[in-house]
């Protein structure tokens, strides 16, 4: 595949503006599919299922099989567009979206078209300097997801150069709300973390819900991202690509930038864009051809014959609307002033992407300051080494713990960060992982001027020198003691006997 030549990104919005726009699917965690009674894969209790034992005559498409809406996933849809401050449409229907994939089994997809659920809304949305930014939605309508392809063979792990492809049902039928947004203007050099902060509000918004897990390496939230270019001072909106299906907010921000330097150079060179999907390589940080995009007309929409419009009730609007949770930024506001955050350190646990992980650790009993450390620091270094999201690695329960053992004196933070390893490794609770290994600290006095009558044998002068006022002298036997225990001593303990044994203290 041919590199792509790229344009220096200030220079490209020197000469062009960006123009963005998302379309965001989220699957929802109902126990059962959209239109099926088969159990959804996006719940919980259905991660570990088998290829293809989650299916039902409807999710395949077999002759007289006839779907019937999942209440829930509607329940959840308006709650959604709610929350996304969109109208809900006093009825709604579904339409048939006609396009052939092999893991389609109808030869058609179960959507909403012309008439949504949710309509016309605005989302609020803080960037990394505290910008503040309001992204219109156009809509958010209900659909089922398509089953999931694997190719095998290849490195890429994509169709070219594969061997073949295995089809995968599961997902056919999983309840799905797609969240467009309206064209995006005025984003200029901040348009890839606009990208990416608009995507972790959208997880924020889900997860809050309680309607969605929201991992975007499982599936669960998925992200289209739209990019324009129009030359400065042009009215007419240049013609977009959509790169689909990126999954990481990281990835976002990375695919974002790359259109925009690679749309530039075609632009300068006087070539035109294709109108086409694109897809994202993690690995290369690039944008590659997918196919031609087409209009809806291409897909042949047309009312679904089998289902009847849905109509909610007023009532039940108003009652979903009640249970609704504080909007996400409103949320970050309120957290940032009960734990007493300055900017800095409160944007690094958004940035971040542990708000939730960083809140839940306090919840458990750990202090604030202690949970942003954790988090931020030594979790987010081994999240990234191992290229996981930090959620996955450790519960906020176990981090908690694992302060718990530091401020009863039981773990420095040296050996802190070892219970930490061997809990991300799975050797149990944090309290579990000190007694199989060793590591609480040794307060013990007996063996604590044991090893420091060693030391002082090693360094007959260092006694006389804190006598004569250099009290700094201590810390060469000080280290040499905790070099000894393997760290596990307790340094201001040691520290209180080197100076007794001065006659010092």
């Known amino acids: 595949m041919a590199k792509d030549k790229l344009m220096d990104f200030d220079k490209a919005l020197e000469l062009y503006e960006p123009v963005l726009g998302f379309e965001v699917h989220v699957e929802l965690n109902t126990e059962t599919k959209m239109f099926s009674s088969a159990p959804n894969p996006a719940h919980p209790s259905q991660h570990d299922a088998e290829p293809n034992t989650l299916v039902a005559p409807v999710d395949m498409g077999l002759p007289g099989a006839l779907p019937v809406v999942n209440e829930q996933a509607v329940r959840y849809s308006i709650s959604l567009g709610l929350a996304l401050g969109c109208s809900i449409a006093p009825s709604s229907r579904f339409a048939r979206k006609n396009y052939f994939y092999p893991d389609l089994g109808k030869n058609y997809q179960i959507s909403q078209y012309d008439e949504p659920i949710a309509f016309e809304g605005e989302v609020e949305i803080e960037l990394e300097d505290g910008t503040l930014v309001q992204i219109p939605i156009e809509r958010a309508h209900m659909e089922e997801d398509a089953g999931k392809l694997t190719h095998v063979g290849g490195a890429t792990g994509r169709i070219q150069g594969a061997e073949y492809s295995l089809v995968d049902y599961n997902r056919a039928g999983v309840p799905l709300v797609e969240i467009v947004t309206k064209p995006i203007f005025g984003a200029e050099a901040n348009a890839p973390k606009l990208a990416a902060a608009y995507v972790r509000a959208i997880r924020d918004i889900v997860i809050g819900l309680g309607i969605s897990e929201a991992r975007m390496e499982r599936g669960n939230l998925r992200c289209d991202a739209n990019v324009s270019l129009r030359p400065r001072g042009q009215e007419k909106l240049g013609t977009r690509t959509e790169t689909k299906n990126v999954n990481s907010m990281r990835s976002v921000e990375r695919a974002v930038r790359y259109e925009i330097q690679r749309q530039a150079a075609i632009l300068a060179d006087g070539g ?130 694992l302060q718990a053992l530091v401020d009863a004196g039981t773990l420095t933070d040296k050996l802190a960060r070892q219970v930490l390893e061997g809990v991300i490794a799975g050797e149990g609770a944090p309290q579990e992982v000190v007694d199989a290994r060793g590591l609480a600290v040794v307060s013990d006095d007996g063996a604590l001027i044991a090893a420091i009558d060693e030391a002082l044998a090693a360094q007959p002068d260092v006694l006389e020198k804190i006598r004569d006022g250099k009290v700094q002298a201590a810390g060469a036997v000080i280290g040499a003691v905790m070099k000894a225990m393997k760290g596990q001593a307790d340094a201001a303990r040691v520290r209180e006997l080197v100076l007794e044994r001065a006659g010092t203290a």
């Open 272 to 401: 035109t864009i294709t109108q086409e999907t694109r897809h994202w390589h993690e690995d290369t940080g690039t944008t590659s051809p997918g196919r031609p995009k087409s209009d809806a007309d291409d897909y042949r929409y047309f009312p679904e014959p089998d289902l009847l419009p849905v109509a909610p009730a007023p009532e039940l609007i108003e009652e979903l609307r009640a249970a609704l949770p504080e909007q996400p930024a409103v949320r970050r506001r309120r957290l940032k002033a009960e734990w007493g955050f300055s900017d800095i350190d409160f944007q690094g646990v958004v940035n971040g992407g542990v708000l939730n992980e960083v809140e839940a650790t306090i919840a458990a009993g750990a202090s604030p300051a202690a949970s942003r450390k954790w988090w931020t620091g030594e979790i987010a270094r081994i999240a990234n080494a191992e290229g996981r999201e930090p959620a996955d690695l450790v519960t906020p329960a176990d981090v908690a713990a």
